[in-house]
Nanobody, 119 residues
């Protein structure tokens, strides 16, 4: 079955960096678009970034552009999210998700990894 397991979250100081990882299994990773979505405490889901199967097309939400970098390793079925210049408003549960289609959206989600930015 499809599994997405995030890791790499934790407590970080403003201005710091974190690298999130998402290990995927149970599907043909290299042919699927992957996304990161976050949910801040008390708020709704916010799409953060997406990377197409070959990594040639990458998209970011305006709120994270210039500070977040998404990448993927199709050999090891892993997608990454590098977060630099952390801000307190980046505090959220970060989910990795498998994208199915424009009409359907995401069809599988991980359980998330918590990022807390605080001094």
């Amino acid at each position: 079955q499809v599994q997405l397991v995030e890791s790499g979250g934790g407590l970080a100081q403003p201005g710091g960096s974190l690298r999130l990882s998402c290990a995927a299994s149970g599907f043909t990773f290299g042919t699927n678009t992957m996304s990161w979505v976050r949910q801040a405490p008390g708020k709704g889901l916010e799409w953060v970034s997406a990377i197409y199967n070959a990594g040639s097309d990458i998209y970011y939400a305006d709120s994270v552009k210039g500070r977040f970098t998404i990448s993927r390793d199709n050999v090891n079925s892993t997608v990454y999210l590098q977060i630099d210049s952390l801000k307190p408003e980046d505090t959220a549960l970060y989910y990795c998700a498998k994208f199915r289609s424009i009409n359907y959206g995401m069809d599988y989600w991980g359980k998330g990894t918590l990022v807390t930015v605080s001094s």
